[in-house]
């Protein structure tokens, strides 16, 4: 399996505070991504990125932020968070952009 | 036309049984395109690649007909561990450079019983 790692793998937290997910690889790919899943929704793209420093939004995008100080690292932050950030989160590798993505294990948030 | 439709389900069926799904797609210049797997409260993960007019793994079949955009998958002498949501995965459409964004469709459960 693809060396991906996502924490934390649960978090509850109160509508209002900043959140920060972290998504570490260590697989050296080029491209990664943050996508959320909802009942009816599907996997939706958030934010990815196609380099160190260089990201680019998804389609539902507002709300989100995201950082890539490093190829291994791509961290995906709400600002401030609201219940309809609920979700399940994945972060997801990829060596080139004709290849598949890998997903790491998802985190659970759960905004009350 | 969304950019990716599948089937709805969800698919019921015994041990044994041949099922498919089918996955309409709406960009034409679409050149790969992916079937994932995935267990209830888990990620995704890649069952097949199609990269031309088809390809076989054993039990499964995954077919492209890019004259009507569409993309199936068959999965013969089902098994119990089949049980799953399947995904169907298309290039996102884009102008330029997609950067590799993906589409996912909602997915089809698929129910195998004894």
């Known amino acids: 399996d693809a060396g991906i790692t996502q924490s934390p793998r649960h978090k509850v937290t109160e509508t209002g505070t900043p959140v920060t997910l972290r998504c570490h690889q260590t697989?050296?790919?080029?491209?990664m991504y943050w996508y959320r899943q909802d009942p009816g929704h599907g996997l939706r793209l958030i934010h990815y990125?196609?380099?160190?420093?260089?990201?680019d939004k998804g389609e539902v995008s507002d709300g989100y932020s995201v950082s890539r100080s490093k190829t291994e690292d791509f961290l995906l932050t709400l600002e401030s968070a609201t219940s309809s950030q609920t979700s399940v989160y994945f972060c997801?590798?990829?060596?080139?952009?004709?290849?598949?993505?890998?997903f790491g294990n998802g985190t659970r948030l759960t905004v009350t | 036309r969304k950019e990716v439709e599948q089937d709805p389900g969800p698919f019921n069926v015994p041990e044994g049984a041949t099922v498919a799904f089918n996955c309409t797609y709406s960009?034409?210049?679409?050149?790969?395109f992916f079937w994932y797997r995935q267990d209830c409260r888990k990620e995704p993960k890649l069952l097949m690649s199609?990269?031309?007019s088809g390809n076989e793994d054993g039990r499964f079949t995954a077919q492209l007909n890019r004259a009507s955009q569409y993309i199936s998958l068959l999965i013969r002498d089902s098994k119990l561990s089949d049980s799953a949501t399947y995904l169907c995965?298309?290039?996102?459409?884009?102008?330029?450079?997609?950067?590799?964004?993906?589409?996912f469709g909602q997915g089809t459960i698929l129910t195998v019983h004894p």
């Open positions: 997801a590798i990829s060596g080139d952009r004709l290849s598949p993505l890998h």
């Open positions: 697989e050296n790919h080029r491209y």
């Open positions: 990125s196609y380099g160190v420093k260089d990201t």
């Open positions: 960009n034409s210049a679409s050149q790969s």
């Open positions: 199609v990269y031309s």
């Open positions: 995965v298309v290039p996102a459409n884009a102008g330029g450079t997609s950067y590799g964004k993906l589409t």
